[in-house]
């Protein structure tokens, strides 16, 4: 098997048995990526020297017999995570020279079990997209069909795993953002429930929302990235203090009676077919491995979307405000204070982010603060009691990712509302602060994949990585590459 | 419900934004068509509901009040598009 098709286990064995050095399978990777890259897109920098010194080590690691699973194992992470002394943009022009002073503390717990990293992922910048079309670094393209967009807006680090560039990787997912994008390649991903893993050095979209988490090959490496990631940090005073489970141990216990819920509200007319025969063949496969199905409700369902679009532009107006060209990033020439600011923003954000800022904005605004953003706070109360009702009565929850398979590249740029409604089964999740994993379930007639969503309930985590294991080791989905 | 470019005007000014004639525009009416959306939220009753704005419920996160060293000057400044000593320099603020 080529280095860069392995999961992170069977590379660990390849590495600990001494089959293969860390430097040369980094090596192997560094070419892999700049073979296919031409095609598809996901990388905004590539670090092949930080690369191979990373790798070095790790097999003086290795050697010593002092090393983890990761130890070793080539990964790229989103542009999103801040690196020290790597330059890290988020996707977007005002970062185009921003070089940050101290790392994401998700991303220096990899690297301090002995991870690789390869290069940094093309995103949709500041994270506010579902197609990875809003980069100011190129379009990302689906390893499967290369017309089609990869899904957002963690575009690059599902591509990446698709396309055979990374073992795994990282992104975030503020309403669907690593979900979709697995979906869409054909890959495992999983948000975490909120407060699960820390957001220290993760440049913030929206804080409320926003979430870490791994897109890999299959289940099993899910959960040992999962672990990797999972602990409180007192650098994010919203990182939850709770134990973490030994996840890699929850894989094999089955799926038999437990309580899978069917939400309603997700089995909508306009569904595309292809994905509910996927839906459908999944149950089946669910109910033949032991697991009971309960009809359920999330009668908010069909609010969420005009919530989220109102929270999370609201905190994005905010969180994005210290883009002003005073202390680092894009600066404009400007002779006043005011106009620097002005200019500086203009210049350096993207229509998309523009865009999301005058949303926010405006409902954070005087006169309509009450009716948009306060509603849409209280609405949040009614999404997320929808969950823990239905909670009350059922294990996890299976639904579609994503209405569709991937669409075409540039079929929703210039219809916003419409790119925003291909999130509208994920978003509640995000809304409801619990965690969610899609993971492969069937291909569309036009040989897509089609992502298959299982909901937990908050740090219900190891519920998922069962379930998920349970279902991929009854079909071969997750087996099948893109041809890339 | 309907946004003009005026609106958009106001907005982009509180949000430190310069816009182009045709982008205000373009704002304006996908603005309206969002808002149009969102609109469907007045017709749900939420009186008496608390709001959300965190999906975890804790209080203040306490630690104790130790020194630990800080990133520094050199680091914190390394990004300054401009730098006078050992401040960030801007324009002139007062005249």
Same mark, same amino acid.
């Given at each position: 098997?080529?280095?860069?098709?392995?999961?992170?286990?069977?590379?660990?064995?390849?590495?600990?048995?001494?089959?293969?050095?860390?430097?040369?399978?980094?090596?192997?990777?560094?070419?892999?990526?700049?073979?296919?890259?031409?095609?598809?897109?996901?990388?905004?920098?590539?670090?092949?020297?930080?690369?191979?010194?990373?790798?070095?080590?790790?097999?003086?690691?290795?050697?010593?017999?002092?090393?983890?699973?990761?130890?070793?194992?080539?990964?790229?992470?989103?542009?999103?995570?801040?690196?020290?002394?790597?330059?890290?943009?988020?996707?977007?022009?005002?970062?185009?020279?921003?070089?940050?002073?101290?790392?994401?503390?998700?991303?220096?717990?990899?690297?301090?079990?002995?991870?690789?990293?390869?290069?940094?992922?093309?995103?949709?910048?500041?994270?506010?997209?579902?197609?990875?079309?809003?980069?100011?670094?190129?379009?990302?393209?689906?390893?499967?069909?290369?017309?089609?967009?990869?899904?957002?807006?963690?575009?690059?680090?599902?591509?990446?795993?698709?396309?055979?560039?990374?073992?795994?990787?990282?992104?975030?997912?503020?309403?669907?953002?690593?979900?979709?994008?697995?979906?869409?390649?054909?890959?495992?991903?999983?948000?975490?429930?909120?407060?699960?893993?820390?957001?220290?050095?993760?440049?913030?979209?929206?804080?409320?929302?926003?979430?870490?988490?791994?897109?890999?090959?299959?289940?099993?490496?899910?959960?040992?990235?999962?672990?990797?990631?999972?602990?409180?940090?007192?650098?994010?005073?919203?990182?939850?203090?709770?134990?973490?489970?030994?996840?890699?141990?929850?894989?094999?216990?089955?799926?038999?009676?437990?309580?899978?819920?069917?939400?309603?509200?997700?089995?909508?007319?306009?569904?595309?077919?292809?994905?509910?025969?996927?839906?459908?063949?999944?149950?089946?496969?669910?109910?033949?491995?032991?697991?009971?199905?309960?009809?359920?409700?999330?009668?908010?369902?069909?609010?969420?979307?005009?919530?989220?679009?109102?929270?999370?532009?609201?905190?994005?107006?905010?969180?994005?405000?210290?883009?002003?060209?005073?202390?680092?990033?894009?600066?404009?020439?400007?002779?006043?204070?005011?106009?620097?600011?002005?200019?500086?923003?203009?210049?350096?954000?993207?229509?998309?982010?523009?865009?999301?800022?005058?949303?926010?904005?405006?409902?954070?605004?005087?006169?309509?603060?009450?009716?948009?953003?306060?509603?849409?706070?209280?609405?949040?109360?009614?999404?997320?009691?929808?969950?823990?009702?239905?909670?009350?009565?059922?294990?996890?929850?299976?639904?579609?990712?994503?209405?569709?398979?991937?669409?075409?590249?540039?079929?929703?740029?210039?219809?916003?509302?419409?790119?925003?409604?291909?999130?509208?089964?994920?978003?509640?999740?995000?809304?409801?602060?619990?965690?969610?994993?899609?993971?492969?379930?069937?291909?569309?007639?036009?040989?897509?994949?089609?992502?298959?969503?299982?909901?937990?309930?908050?740090?219900?985590?190891?519920?998922?990585?069962?379930?998920?294991?349970?279902?991929?080791?009854?079909?071969?989905?997750?087996?099948?590459?893109?041809?890339? | 419900?309907?946004?003009?470019?005026?609106?958009?005007?106001?907005?982009?000014?509180?949000?430190?934004?310069?816009?182009?004639?045709?982008?205000?525009?373009?704002?304006?009416?996908?603005?309206?068509?969002?808002?149009?959306?969102?609109?469907?939220?007045?017709?749900? $009753?939420?009186?008496?509901?608390?709001? /959300?704005?965190? @999906? *975890? !419920?804790?209080?203040?996160?306490?630690?104790?009040?130790?020194?630990?060293?800080?990133?520094?000057?050199?680091?914190?400044?390394? $990004?300054?598009?401009?730098?006078?000593? /050992?401040?960030? @320099? *801007? !324009?002139?603020?007062?005249?």
């Amino acid at each position: 098997m080529n280095v860069f098709e392995m999961t992170i286990n069977d590379l660990h064995i390849a590495l600990k048995g001494k089959q293969i050095s860390s430097v040369e399978a980094t090596s192997a990777m560094l070419e892999r990526i700049e073979s296919v890259e031409p095609q598809v897109g996901s990388f905004i920098t590539v670090t092949p020297e930080v690369a191979l010194a990373a790798a070095k080590e790790a097999d003086q690691r290795i050697a010593s017999g002092n090393c983890h699973l990761l130890t070793g194992i080539p990964l790229a992470i989103k542009d999103i995570f801040l690196t020290e002394g790597i330059r890290t943009t988020c996707g977007s022009r005002i970062l185009d020279n921003f070089i940050p002073p101290y790392s994401a503390t998700s991303w220096e717990k990899l690297r301090n079990l002995g991870a690789v990293l390869l290069g940094k992922l093309n995103q949709d910048e500041f994270a506010m997209g579902s197609s990875n079309e809003s980069s100011a670094y190129g379009v990302t393209r689906n390893p499967w069909d290369t017309t089609c967009i990869p899904g957002g807006s963690s575009g690059g680090s599902a591509a990446a795993v698709a396309a055979r560039q990374a073992i795994a990787t990282l992104g975030t997912d503020t309403g669907g953002s690593i979900r979709q994008p697995a979906s869409h390649c054909g890959c495992v991903g999983l948000k975490p429930t909120y407060g699960r893993v820390s957001r220290y050095g993760v440049i913030a979209y929206a804080s409320s929302l926003d979430q870490v988490g791994p897109l890999t090959r299959d289940v099993a490496d899910c959960a040992v990235m999962l672990e990797a990631l999972a602990g409180h940090d007192p650098k994010d005073s919203t990182s939850v203090d709770t134990p973490v489970p030994d996840y890699t141990s929850a894989l094999k216990r089955g799926v038999k009676g437990l309580k899978i819920g069917l939400p309603k509200e997700y089995f909508i007319a306009g569904l595309d077919p292809d994905v509910q025969s996927a839906m459908a063949a999944a149950i089946e496969t669910y109910r033949r491995l032991g697991a009971e199905f309960v009809d359920i409700t999330l009668p908010h369902t069909d609010y969420a979307v005009a919530t989220y679009y109102l929270i999370a532009t609201a905190e994005a107006s905010s969180n994005l405000a210290r883009y002003d060209g005073v202390r680092f990033g894009h600066r404009a020439e400007a002779d006043s204070l005011l106009d620097m600011y002005t200019k500086s923003r203009s210049e350096g954000f993207g229509s998309e982010v523009k865009r999301r800022i005058m949303l926010g904005t405006y409902a954070l605004s005087s006169g309509y603060y009450d009716a948009y953003y306060v509603k849409a706070q209280k609405v949040r109360t009614l999404i997320m009691d929808d969950f823990t009702k239905a909670f009350a009565d059922v294990d996890l929850m299976l639904t579609p990712v994503a209405p569709t398979p991937a669409f075409k590249i540039g079929e929703k740029v210039n219809d916003p509302l419409q790119m925003y409604l291909s999130d509208i089964f994920t978003i509640p999740v995000n809304l409801a602060g619990t965690c969610a994993m899609s993971l492969p379930a069937g291909f569309s007639s036009s040989g897509l994949p089609i992502g298959l969503q299982l909901i937990g309930k908050p740090f219900g985590e190891e519920t998922l990585l069962q379930a998920g294991y349970a279902f991929e080791q009854a079909t071969e989905w997750h087996t099948r590459k893109a041809t890339i | 419900m309907k946004i003009t470019v005026a609106d958009v005007e106001h907005v982009a000014r509180l949000a430190r934004l310069e816009l182009a004639p045709a982008e205000k525009e373009q704002f304006a009416s996908q603005m309206d068509a969002i808002l149009d959306y969102v609109e469907k939220l007045k017709g749900l $009753n939420t009186d008496g509901i608390v709001p /959300t704005s965190h @999906a *975890v !419920p804790m209080e203040n996160a306490f630690r104790e009040d130790v020194v630990d060293p800080s990133i520094g000057l050199e680091k914190a400044l390394a $990004n300054a598009p401009d730098r006078a000593g /050992t401040f960030f @320099a *801007v !324009p002139k603020v007062i005249e």
